[in-house]
């Protein structure tokens, strides 16, 4: 299983970006993805989750901020975040796991290598 991140950049504060996890390999729909984050001298945070029955999680300081959704199509899932702020300004990670076990940086196995965003 490969997980690709895409779609980082800097932005002013209030814009919006969206991310993408091109999910390719063995893993399909069942497969649970979760959007972490890293700040600098920060813990990873889960951020936003697409469990396997396809109900979303988003973090409740992000809800009404965030969505996250899937094309089944191309396989990719998305972070839309809007109304940026400084405090988003982290390294964006996506994860998977065939078992959705939980939210925390363990339960997942594959990674991606990670976009940037940073919001001023």
């Known amino acids: ?9 800097s932005v002013q504060t209030g814009g919006s970006l969206r991310l993408t996890c091109a999910v390719s390999g063995d893993a399909g729909s069942q497969y ?3 959007w972490f984050r890293q700040a600098p001298a920060k813990e990873r945070e889960a951020v936003a989750g697409l ?5 979303t ?4 300081s992000m809800e009404g901020r965030f969505t996250i959704s899937r094309d089944g199509a191309s396989n990719s899932v998305y ?6 702020k400084p405090d988003d300004t982290a390294m964006y990670y996506c994860a998977g796991s065939p078992h959705c076990a ?3 940086t ?3 196995v594959y990674w991606g290598q990670g976009t940037q965003v940073t919001v001023s």
């Open 106 to 108: 363990y339960h997942y």
């Open 57 to 60: 999680w988003v973090a409740p």
């Open 79 to 84: 972070l839309q975040m809007n109304s940026l």
């Open 32 to 34: 649970c993805i979760v």
């Open 1 to 9: 299983v490969q997980l690709v991140e895409s779609g980082g950049g």
């Open 51 to 55: 469990l396997s029955s396809g109900a």
């Open 102 to 104: 939980g939210l925390k």
